[in-house]
């Protein structure tokens, strides 16, 4: 079992910056595939970033903007926001799953998650 929790979020203005951590706790001796996923009033929940192993992979909408990085020593996974816009706004989760290599954009892939931090970019 993962227990994961998000800090970081908050509001700033459009072009402003925030970095989100995740921290883990638990059976983190085992590698993990760690995803951010994000989640705005009346939509579905959408991909954002991964990391497993060194590869990482990001959504269109944020590739250029975003970076997923991983501090294994410190069991936490960060997404660094540059240039955050007013469509960033959401909850952001942070999610896991044991392994390593592999990785996807579905939420149904991980099975842990965290409860969220709110991500408010004003125009």
């Known amino acids: 079992q993962v227990q994961l929790v998000e800090s970081g979020g908050g509001l700033v203005q459009a072009g402003g910056s925030l970095r989100l951590s995740c921290a883990a706790s638990?059976?983190?001796?085992?590698?993990?595939?760690m995803g951010w996923f994000r989640q705005a009033p009346g939509k579905e929940r959408e991909f954002v970033a991964v990391?497993?192993?060194?590869?990482?992979r990001y959504s269109d909408s944020v590739k250029g903007r975003f970076t997923i990085s991983r501090d294994n020593a410190k069991n936490t996974v960060y997404l660094q926001m540059n240039n955050l816009k007013p469509e960033d706004t959401a909850v952001y989760y942070c999610a896991a799953t044991p392994g390593s290599g592999a990785y996807s954009y579905r939420p149904g892939f991980y099975d842990y998650w965290g409860q969220g931090t709110q991500v408010t970019v004003s125009s």
């Open positions: 990391i497993s192993d060194s590869i990482t």
């Open positions: 638990g059976r983190t001796s085992s590698r993990y595939v």
